[in-house]
């Protein structure tokens, strides 16, 4: 039987750590903000300004000038596009990985195939039926779904046309699905630091800011689930994550 001092004690702490978790959430939603509004207008000015001077016919005949400016202009929206998916990341945090409701996946992942419809035209994609209603918001289901569509797209191999297959199956009221293609692949050595912020294991004249994957984990492990990367098929890779089943 627990005394009534230490009780109390053990509600001081419970009051504490709740009031601790509050101010960090404040600050993490503070700095998503901060990111929004100052760390994005001077990437965009950036930009806008290298775009003006790009127009300028006194700077087009000189070639250094030109390569200078081009490689502002490139740097500018990749800043961007880090700072964006960083706010993204700190977002997830805050409402936006709701667990209830019922979504069918494969509405949702037809969807996102569709708005992708220039870049998987000629990729062939299989969709083992059935895949599971969910208990999960269409939202951050979309967003995981278009990461590792656009992840497949991304990183296919060169050397042979892109097959995309996705599956899933029912254990203990969780939908574990199979995100499998056919691409370029992840070494084993590497597959858990990928799943970290800002990883990349390609050079940088490939588009990307290494955030795609951290995303898809995080959503993944909001809902109390679980992502990891396995073999895929001819040397690819294959996504394994698990989200709550809906009735």
């Known amino acids: ?13 419970r009051e504490t750590l709740l009031t601790s978790l509050q101010a960090r959430n404040l600050e993490l939603s503070r700095l998503g903000e901060v990111m929004a509004h100052h760390f994005q207008e001077p990437t965009r000015r950036l930009a806008s300004f ?23 202009n490139t740097e500018s929206k990749r800043l961007s596009a880090l700072v964006g998916d960083a706010q993204r ?3 997830l945090d805050h409402n936006q990985v709701s ?29 083992h039926a059935p895949l ?45 699905f ?6 370029s692949g992840i070494a084993p050595e590497y597959r858990a630091q990928v799943l970290g912020m800002f ?11 290494g955030m795609g994957l951290a995303l898809a984990s995080k959503i993944a492990n909001l809902t109390g689930g679980d992502l990891h990367i396995e073999d895929g098929p001819d040397g690819g890779a294959c996504i394994v994550f698990d989200l709550p ?3």
Do not use: M, W
Request: charged letters at 25%; a neutral charge.
């Open 1 to 13: 039987v627990i005394s009534i001092r230490r009780r109390r004690s053990l509600e001081r702490e």
């Open 50 to 72: 290298s775009q003006r001077l790009l127009a300028k016919s006194s700077l087009a005949c000189d070639e250094d000038n030109q390569l200078s400016l081009n490689f502002i």
């Open 89 to 91: 990341y700190l977002a």
């Open 99 to 127: 667990v209830g409701g019922v979504t069918d996946s494969a509405a949702v992942l037809r969807q996102c195939i569709v708005d992708a419809q220039g870049a998987t035209a000629d990729v062939d994609i299989v969709l």
């Open 132 to 176: 599971p209603r969910l208990a999960l918001e269409e939202k951050p289901l979309r967003e995981l779904f278009a990461i590792l569509l656009d992840n497949a797209l991304r990183y296919r191999h060169p050397q042979r046309p892109l097959r995309i297959e996705v599956s899933a199956n029912t254990v203990d009221q969780r939908a574990v």
């Open 178 to 183: 199979r995100f499998a293609d056919n691409g």
């Open 199 to 209: 990883t990349r294991l390609v050079p940088s004249s490939i588009p990307g800011t």
């Open 245 to 247: 089943f809906g009735e």
